[in-house]
């Protein structure tokens, strides 16, 4: 739970790519968790305890982040709300040019040959 390997691949920042890889990982576990409620609100209990079964897999069972993405796509009433909280009319264009920017920074870095999975 404590994610060991990830803090100190964070500390002694050896793997530049590797360290950003996991804390957008990290990120992501982060925010749906903190869907959860808004899941229980909008699909009951059964919606959010399948949500954090999904996130306790690899919070549980990995050292660091690393995987964490395909597990939170079972967490799918998760993105189902988050999806809808940012597609309000004053969000799109914001979201827009933060997917926009996202793209160009992934594209370049795998056009570098830099290690994003």
Same mark, same amino acid.
Not at 28 to 50: E, H, K, M
Not at 60 to 67: A, C, I, K, N, P
């Given at each position: 739970? $404590?994610?060991?390997?990830?803090?100190?691949?964070?500390?002694?920042?050896?793997?530049?790519?590797?360290?950003?890889? $996991?804390? !957008?990982?990290?990120?992501? /576990?982060?925010?749906? /968790? *903190?869907? &959860?409620?808004? /899941?229980?609100?909008?699909? @009951?209990?059964? *919606?959010?305890? #399948?949500?954090?079964?999904?996130?306790?897999?690899?919070?549980? @069972?990995?050292?660091?982040?690393?995987?964490?993405?395909?597990? !939170? #796509?079972?967490?799918? +009433?998760? $993105?189902?709300?988050?999806?809808?909280? #940012?597609?309000?009319?004053?969000?799109? +264009?914001?979201?827009?040019? &933060?997917?926009?920017?996202? !793209?160009?920074? $992934?594209? *370049? @870095?795998? *056009?570098?040959?830099?290690?994003?999975?």
């Amino acid at each position: 739970m $404590l994610k060991r390997q990830y803090w100190w691949e964070l500390t002694h920042f050896q793997h530049r790519s590797l360290v950003a890889t $996991l804390t !957008l990982q990290a990120i992501l /576990v982060v925010g749906v /968790v *903190a869907a &959860v409620p808004w /899941v229980v609100r909008r699909f @009951g209990w059964g *919606a959010g305890a #399948l949500v954090v079964c999904m996130v306790l897999l690899p919070a549980l @069972g990995s050292r660091d982040f690393q995987g964490s993405g395909r597990y !939170l #796509l079972g967490a799918f +009433p998760a $993105l189902i709300v988050v999806g809808e909280r #940012l597609s309000q009319r004053h969000l799109t +264009p914001w979201w827009c040019g &933060v997917s926009a920017v996202v !793209l160009a920074a $992934l594209a *370049a @870095g795998f *056009a570098h040959g830099m290690y994003l999975a």
